[in-house]
């Protein structure tokens, strides 16, 4: 083999690897094809735009500080609520039997307490009276109506009175568009990333 060879195959095979960086990325997408028109067809995931809140007094502006703060630490545990009733429902659902229902309720009980009772116990009372609020916004039911359905109705008037000796309502629902209104622009807020 020559060197005038060797040199051309030496340029022919750097220009054959050069050549391979320059190829743009992209992305493989659908496409339809109206009136001899390509077209793209590409998922764009939803944006939600959630404007910031109109505060009327500086003391407005810190309560709906504070009130983030408390938000952000008891609105996964509403969450997990809803996402755990779902559950107890479809389990009891398939169980059929009422005191094969009730044995797997108190079983479940026994878990959660397990698990999140420590934690519980340590929120504020503010924080409880939001979470209560907010497992009726996640839930569709008040929490006075989870524990009667879950634990009875001797259970949820005994939670009930000593949530009233505290000044508590279980029995409170969620108004997102009254009283409710400032928590439920922090959670909508939450819920888009933008907190």
């Known amino acids: 083999m020559s060197k005038l060879s060797l040199l051309i195959l030496l340029f022919v095979g750097s220009f054959h690897l050069y050549a391979q960086n320059l190829v743009p990325k992209g992305y493989v997408v659908d496409i339809t094809i109206e009136n001899g028109d390509t077209l793209p067809q590409m998922y764009i995931p939803e944006v939600i735009i959630i404007p910031e809140y109109k ?16 938000i952000k630490k008891v609105y996964p545990y509403a969450r997990m609520a809803n996402d755990k009733l779902k559950e107890i429902e479809n389990k009891v659902d398939s169980l059929g039997n009422r005191k094969n229902a009730k044995d797997y309720i108190k079983q479940v009980d026994k878990e959660l307490q397990a698990r999140y009772g420590d ?21 569709g039911s008040t929490s006075y109506d989870l524990v009667k359905e879950l634990r ?26 009254g009283e409710d209104r400032m928590i439920e622009h922090i959670v909508l807020k939450i819920e888009a990333g933008q907190i």
């Open 55 to 70: 505060f009327v007094s500086e003391k407005q502006k810190r309560q709906y500080t504070r009130l983030v703060l408390n």
């Open 119 to 139: 934690e519980l116990k340590k929120l504020t009372i503010n924080q409880g009276r939001i979470l209560i609020k907010l497992i009726d916004r996640e839930t």
């Open 152 to 177: 009875g109705t001797f259970s949820a008037f005994m939670w009930q009175s000593l949530a009233r000796l505290f000044g508590e309502n279980l029995k409170e629902e969620y108004d997102a568009e």
